[in-house]
């Protein structure tokens, strides 16, 4: 199994985190609808503080899980720029938060990722109702 094999980015509004939603309704990214966009051109060095991620407001949360754990800071996350974001940051983290919480907590102040435009990736955001059926069949 890929690493990006049904992974989704939630774009929702819940309880213990901040507003990540980019519409009215719950919207969810999965990685391999974006796999095309990944590619050497779109590798940048950024800022981890420019990046907005799930967890940014209590890095407590994570450095005790086994993804955290196992997460390899060296592999580019993926982020957007011109993406809503609750920090009103210029990127938001589609995947990797596991490994920017590690650079962050090793003192680590700018590091390589894929940076994507918003625009580009908005169009491939499904309903919970395409989410379910996606994660259901093979």
Do not use: C
């Not at 390899?72 to 983290?93: E, T, V």
């Amino acid at each position: 199994i890929m690493w990006y094999n049904k992974k989704t980015h939630a774009a929702i509004k819940n309880d213990w985190e901040r507003d990540w939603s980019i519409s009215d309704k719950p919207l969810h990214l999965f990685m391999e609808d974006i796999l095309h966009l990944l590619i050497d051109d779109n590798l940048k060095n950024v800022l981890l503080s420019d990046i907005g991620w799930k967890g940014k407001h209590d890095l407590s949360l994570m450095n005790k899980s086994l993804r955290y754990k196992h997460a390899d800071p060296y592999i580019p996350g993926i982020i957007a720029f011109n993406a809503p974001n609750p920090y009103n940051d210029k990127y938001r983290m589609i995947d990797g938060k596991h490994r920017i919480h590690k650079l962050v907590s090793q003192n680590i102040k700018e590091s390589e990722f894929y940076v994507l435009d918003f625009k580009d990736i908005k169009t491939f955001f499904v309903d919970n109702r395409e989410k379910n059926f996606r994660k259901t069949t093979n």
